[in-house]
């Protein structure tokens, strides 16, 4: 993973005359292709943006002293465009999923005369949550199966398109559903007026229907067994030329999401304002046992998981090889890590996986207009300051609880809620969960809108 070195070894004799002093008199363009609509890239792009942390920590001193950055943000609704511009050399960083990822570093492999490098991730989840598929919340559909004979759109190309054609196979369904390629915004707004059956989509455009009330969720991402990232890949000449401007990227987007990860309501209201995701969608992924782990080391598991990922691409749309090898390069990371006081060994050893029923964690919150954010001993309590707050007149913003499976963050009214023999209070994600749930340990359902009296 680390080839800096030895990039460096061999452009030095032709970069003497440029490092022996000061880039006074130069322009350095540093384009920069993101997501700003995407959970998981927003601390490679509107963060970096919004808070100007680029101009915080890009070099300048020693042979950068005096130099002019031009920084140029882009925003995109999907990956596969802002690898078309870095190989037209529009772009030097591109911050997209796991899947455009790997398409990215292999188109530009087989070009034989351009490369990329991958070198950091924006965020993570280690089940696979950010994908996922839904239906309108009417639809009769509740499963894969019942998906034969329909259409599912999905962004061709992203992350979320990769988690579809790995489901569908899986299921023997690769030739009995009809793939559309829909944007997101098309796709949700298609789900919204019900002209399309079922739309796949990356983060966090599940979530964004499910709160809205036009969609409801029949698979989550977690459900494949493979983890989904984001990340950051830059023209690998870019990076030979000015190593130093890309260590101050990422030291940029480390700032990022640490600025995300100390106060999660905050990032998720100003996030909110840079781009129209709304801000209980945001805190979904943001906040204490959320969907999305802002960390950017390159772990292992990245790296088997996008080897996998490379594979099925391969067999299912023939893409090019790929020398991960050369392709992953953590070099500039962990010297961005270094300058930051952060240990990157720590880092890369440290994973955060979603459990059930976490240590020190309260198993559900509200989300208050004028109190804030209230976290509760059950959701049996929730349910019931919920009610007092309805009764009252108190506005809500949303309310949060956790898969008893899985540990994964859900939204209230999104979960099926199980009343347990033993009279606790249950949330699923899957509605063939909580009957199972029953039909084993006894029990009752639930509405989420539920009379407190239910719950005595």
């Keep these: 993973m680390d080839n800096r070195n030895s990039l460096l070894a061999t452009s030095l004799l032709g970069s003497v005359l440029l490092f022996s002093g000061p880039l006074a008199a130069e322009t350095i363009r540093i384009g920069i292709g993101h997501q700003s609509m995407v959970t998981n890239t927003v601390s490679g792009g509107i963060v970096l943006e919004k808070l100007d942390l680029l101009n915080k920590h890009l070099p300048h001193t ?93 962004p061709v190309g992203s992350a979320a398109w990769g988690m579809t054609l790995k489901v569908l196979r899986d299921a023997g369904l690769s030739d009995k559903v009809t793939l559309v390629n829909q944007s997101p915004p098309v796709g949700a707004a298609n789900i919204a007026a019900g002209k399309i059956d079922a739309h796949a989509d990356f983060c966090p455009w599940s979530e964004i229907m499910e709160f809205r009330g036009t969609a409801r969720k029949i698979y989550d991402g977690s459900e494949a067994g493979i983890p989904t990232f984001h990340g950051i890949v830059v023209r690998d000449d870019f990076a030979r030329q000015y190593p130093e401007v890309v260590e101050g990227v990422l030291k940029a987007t480390l700032a990022a999401q640490q600025w995300i990860s100390e106060d999660p309501r905050r990032a998720a209201e100003k996030v909110a304002e840079w781009t129209g995701v709304e801000k209980e969608v945001l805190y979904l ?20 998981a996008m080897k996998y990922d490379h594979a099925l691409l391969q067999q299912e749309m023939q ?82 609880v956790y898969d008893n499976l899985t540990g994964l963050k859900l939204f ?19 509605k063939s969960d909580s009957e199972q749930h029953i039909a084993q340990h006894g029990g009752s359902a639930l509405l989420t809108d539920a009379p407190v009296a239910m719950l005595d």
């Design 412 to 430: 209230g009214k999104a979960a099926y809620l199980v009343k347990d023999a033993s009279g606790e209070v249950l949330a699923f994600m899957k």
């Design 285 to 304: 992924y943001f906040s204490q046992g959320g969907i999305s782990t802002m960390e950017a080391s390159i772990k292992p598991q990245w790296v088997e």
């Design 319 to 400: 893409i090019p090889d790929l020398d991960f090898a050369s392709w992953i390069d953590d070099s500039y990371l962990k010297q961005a890590y270094a300058d930051m006081g952060l240990d990157y060994a720590a880092a890369v050893a440290s994973v955060v996986s979603p459990v059930a029923r976490a240590p020190g964690r309260k198993p559900a919150e509200i989300w208050f207009q004028d109190q804030g954010i209230v976290a509760y001993d059950s959701t049996a309590a929730m349910l019931a300051a919920e009610a007092d707050a309805k009764a009252s007149g108190e506005t809500i913003n949303a309310t949060y």
């Design 62 to 154: 020693g042979k950068y002293a005096g130099a002019d950055y031009q920084i140029e943000f882009r925003d995109y609704d999907s990956g596969p465009p802002i690898t078309n511009q870095m190989l037209a050399g529009k772009l030097d960083f591109g911050v997209m999923g796991d899947y455009p990822l790997i398409v990215n570093g292999a188109k530009f492999q087989a070009t034989g005369k351009q490369q990329t490098r991958f070198i950091a991730v924006t965020g993570y989840n280690l089940k696979g949550t950010g994908n996922g598929i839904v239906v309108p919340k009417d639809s009769p559909v509740q499963s894969l199966a019942d998906l034969a004979g329909k259409s599912l759109s999905t």
